[in-house]
RNA sequence: GGGGAAGUGGCGGAACCGGCAGACGCAGCGGACUUAAAAUCCGCAGCCCACAAGGCGUGAGGGUUCGAGUCCCUCCUUCCCCA
């Protein structure tokens, strides 16, 4: 046995250890080898988009996270769940198809060939047999049957929606595809034209969404984000007459109580009331309408623009006042900052206070009236000034002189009383359009027959399988790839002719319910049973990167609601804590033009970076990881180096796992030593024996005094900073007391005892388990650590005889003392003063501040 | 435009409830070992000042306090996300 330190041998040994003994395999409730009496514990990664780049050290940071937590929650007794899988649907791997002629199904077996490898290679310790994949039909199968149950409960529906499309390519594209107007690919003027899609009737869980954060465990950020993009608001809903018709012009207003300031109306550029916009209008009404529709959302909205807009030449009537009298005659405009798609399309514009409708009534002349006077030294109107805030009410009739919360009250009750108005509740959330002209997703579970009506397939039909099609691209008519598969298209329904319904699910479908597929993974018969979710469920730890803040977090949070309503799990909210971890930044290099260089070909000379072959000087800068910045670091090649238990500890040590940090290949030095530190520290590499002698079995246990008391006080205290570092994630402060142990051990090494350097291995498992692994089985043990019980903190041991007492004379430090624990204040007072007698000399001492165990002040005048 | 996070030595970071700022590591310097170098082991190390004494120091400015990296106000900068 060769006693030097030889990390790819350990690695590869102990990996194929823990495959070959199923160490990592949670057994189900029902399954063999099921221990009741531990609690248990689910860990849970956001499950990764199968690229072809392969996985960075960037993306490995939070899976080394949750795996210390699991490692160390199996060793706490817990039965721990600690799955991954493939969200394997998705766009890019059709371009690459596009692109290449290779099939999705092809690159995405590669692509998670290659990612399997590359974790397991990192040592974490997944339960591989609970592995899946989105994008296999033994799992969409069960994707689409919780579509049916969302269809089937009226929370699936298809409307016209406006999609962009871009002529010269002929098809869809989606948000992300479209910048400033122009497609992505080629620059291409698109616009916006309403399109059949299917939507998720996610408002419907709007009030949920919203009241169900409150008992998360989630970080206030994004429980903040998720807050304000359901938007909630509170206010009325009101009718405006329109002159020379029936229909009426509904608006939706935070601000009942300003209705008597609102002066014009406006409405969308898609608002269907504009057909009946006035002769003389109808020309640059048309035009407007026709360059709106190319603008983006942000775009219409952005607040420094100019408003733009034109008179519709139609007139409504405010219903705060009476008909006939002439202020309740306004004018209706159209234009594009008003948004079809939010509210309903139209709103009442109150210039007086809001600045929206302020800058537009400056820009166009329109009357602006005060409504609200604002408090006591704020500015307001007659300042020139627009104030949004709360005040009183003012030439407002009914509701004059009353503060704004009872105004609104006051102006909701007159229009409930008069049939013009209701108080309303509206969200900013809208409905989720949920399907793409695409083909890499799931087909929707659906038909549609001669009478013209769609109706779900029969649970037994499914899965719905994508045909097999070697020509991906969308068709000139915006339908999908799927209308071309004719055989595929015609099916029968329960004995009557069919035609499938040609959509893909986005995305974000299969990560949608993952983790409770993970409880069942290979269930035949149902998603998942109900015994697994109601033991695993809900998932402990969910991490994942904060860019997931908003739609992944919401969309799951919706299907899991809708699921418990189903009575097909048992907790209302899937994830119970929530944790986000930081951005693996990097040096990426430029020249002089701010072109990027790759950093394999930049060299450093001195303190200057400079490209290797022409000796031009770049700069450097930190930005994150991302192929085309050419600063990506493949944990392959780390651990090629130094190994995957030095990987996975620089990775740790480099900061707490929320933060972003900038990697840096010249300290993973000091983890790479650290490791070989921590192996001779138990074996000695110019030895035979698997163990240095003192650790020997029949050696015994020395006592606990001198050194090796120091050495016991040294690894309780290391001990109690890991267990404290499990609180927010800061695995560098667990590393840093490890490394400190190590430090005091070799200073002492005779002194260590056997049982010490047992605890000091199990200790460090969860962060560097195969060394550990090794140096337990050389220990003895013919078992895995992985099961072993975590070593515990006793507090005798962490504290001294004596303390050290930081002397202060006026809150500036000039000397210290130590004294013994139990000293009394006199004691300490009196054993502090000659330390600083020369500071005290002659002055007055105004008073004495001690802070028990760590400092004394003595206050001088 | 909206939202979020963060600013501490040359670098990554530490500092629990307001109590020794800079743990641990990198880079640096010195020593031991070595024919020599590397590796390893042991030390030193915030800045100013010739040293000491002392002073100054947590993005900037102000406040609260015996005492502020930490709490409060104003401002600046950087990063991330959404539309």
Not at 311 to 331: C, E, Q, T, V, W
Request: proline share 6%.
């Amino acid at each position: 046995m060769s006693n030097v330190y030889d990390p790819t041998a350990i690695e590869a040994r102990w990996q194929a250890r823990w495959e070959a003994e199923r160490t990592f395999a949670a057994p189900n409730p029902d399954g063999p080898g099921f221990d009741a009496s531990r609690p248990k514990y689910y860990v849970l990664d956001m499950f990764p988009y199968p690229s072809g780049s392969g996985l960075h050290v960037g993306h490995a940071v939070g899976y080394i996270g949750t795996d210390i937590v699991a490692r160390k929650k199996r060793m706490e007794g817990c039965n721990v769940l600690h799955p991954m899988g493939w969200d394997a649907f998705g766009l890019p791997a059709e371009q690459y198809a596009i692109q290449t002629g290779v099939h999705p199904s092809a690159s995405t077996a590669t692509n998670t060939a290659n990612f399997r490898r590359q974790l397991k290679r990192i040592g974490l310790s997944y339960d591989w047999s609970r592995e899946v994949n989105t994008s296999e039909p033994s799992y969409f199968r069960w994707t689409q049957w919780i579509f049916k149950r969302l269809h089937a409960q009226g929370l699936a529906y298809q409307a016209e929606v406006p999609v962009w499309w871009c002529e010269e390519l002929k098809t869809v594209l989606a948000n992300e595809e479209v910048i400033n107007g122009r497609s992505e690919r080629g620059n291409y003027p698109c616009v916006r034209r309403p399109l059949r899609q299917w939507m998720l009737k996610i408002t419907a869980y709007a009030e949920r969404l919203l009241a169900d954060l409150d008992g998360l465990d989630w970080p206030e950020s994004i429980k903040i984000q998720q807050r304000e993009w359901i938007g909630k608001s509170e206010g009325a809903e009101v009718e405006f007459a329109v002159e020379g018709g029936a229909e009426k012009l509904v608006v939706f207003t935070t601000r009942p109580d300003t209705l008597w300031g609102a002066t014009f109306m406006v409405v969308a550029p898609e608002h269907k009331l504009l057909a009946r916009a006035s002769a003389s209008q109808r020309a640059a009404v048309d035009a407007y309408v026709a360059s709106a529709a190319s603008k983006s959302e942000l775009e219409r909205t952005e607040l420094a623009k100019d408003k733009t807009g034109v008179f519709s030449g139609l007139y409504a009537h405010n219903p705060a006042f009476d008909a006939g009298d002439p202020r309740g005659r306004i004018p209706i405009w159209v234009a594009d900052y008003v948004l079809i798609s939010y509210g309903t399309g139209a709103i009442m514009a109150v210039p007086g206070h809001d600045e929206r409708d302020c800058a537009f009534a400056r820009k166009f002349g329109l009357e602006v009236r005060e409504v609200v006077r604002p408090p006591q030294g704020e500015r307001g109107l007659s300042e020139g000034v627009c104030f949004t805030g709360d005040g009183t009410a003012v030439s407002s009739g009914p509701i004059d002189g009353l503060a704004t919360s009872a105004a609104k009250a006051k102006a909701i009750e007159l229009l409930c009383a008069r049939g013009v108005g209701v108080a309303r509740t509206t969200y900013k959330l809208r409905d989720w359009l949920f399907s793409r002209q695409r083909y890499w997703g799931e087909p929707f579970p659906l038909v549609h027959l001669a009478d013209g009506s769609t109706v779900a397939v029969d649970d037994d039909a499914l899965p719905i399988e994508l045909p097999p099609m070697d020509d991906f691209k969308p068709s000139s008519d915006g339908s999908a790839p799927l209308a071309r598969a004719s055989a595929w298209l015609r099916t029968t329904h329960r004995g009557a002719s069919a035609r499938r319904d040609t959509d893909t699910m986005p995305g974000w479908a299969g990560s949608c319910w993952y983790w409770l597929r993970f409880m069942d993974p290979h269930n035949a018969s149902e998603p998942w049973s109900k015994a697994a979710e109601r033991y695993w469920g809900p998932v402990d730890l969910y991490v994942g990167g904060a860019a997931h803040a908003v739609m992944h977090l919401l969309y799951a949070r919706f299907w899991h609601k809708v699921l418990f309503d189903l009575g097909l799990v048992h907790t209302k909210e899937p994830f119970q804590k929530l944790f986000n971890q930081g951005l693996i930044t990097a040096f990426a290099y430029q020249d002089k033009s701010g072109r990027l260089v790759a950093s394999d070909e930049v060299e450093t000379r001195g303190n200057e970076f400079v490209r290797t072959s022409s000796g031009e000087p770049l700069e450097q800068i930190v930005t994150k990881m991302a192929k085309s910045l050419k600063n990506v670091v493949n944990p392959d090649d780390v651990i090629a180096e130094y190994g995957a238990d030095t990987l996975r500890l620089y990775e740790s040590f480099m900061g707490p796992l929320a933060d972003s940090k900038p990697w840096n290949p010249r300290d993973i030095t000091g983890c790479a030593r650290f490791v070989e530190r921590a192996w001779k520290l138990i074996v000695d590499p110019d030895g035979r024996d698997p163990v240095r002698p003192q650790f020997r079995v029949d050696q015994g246990e020395r006592a606990l005094e001198g050194d090796t008391l120091e050495l016991e006080r040294a690894l309780h205290r290391a001990i109690a900073r890991i267990d404290d570092s499990f609180k927010a994630f800061n695995f560098n402060t667990s590393i840093a007391a490890l490394m400190t142990f190590v430090n005091e051990a070799y200073k002492r090494q005779s002194a260590l005892s056997r049982s010490q350097a047992e605890r000091f291995v199990l200790s460090l498992a969860p962060f560097a388990p195969h060394l550990a692994e090794e140096l337990w089985s050389r220990l003895g043990y013919a078992q895995s650590l992985a099961h072993v019980a975590w070593p515990k903190v006793r507090p005798e041991f962490l504290e001294d005889d004596t303390v050290e007492i930081v002397v202060q004379v006026a809150g500036k430090l000039r000397g210290r003392v130590s004294v013994a624990k139990t000293a009394s204040q006199a004691e300490i007072e009196a054993a502090a003063r000659p330390s600083v007698a020369s500071w005290v000399e002659g002055k007055e001492l105004a008073k004495v501040v001690l802070v028990p165990g760590r400092l004394i002040n003595f206050i001088v005048k």
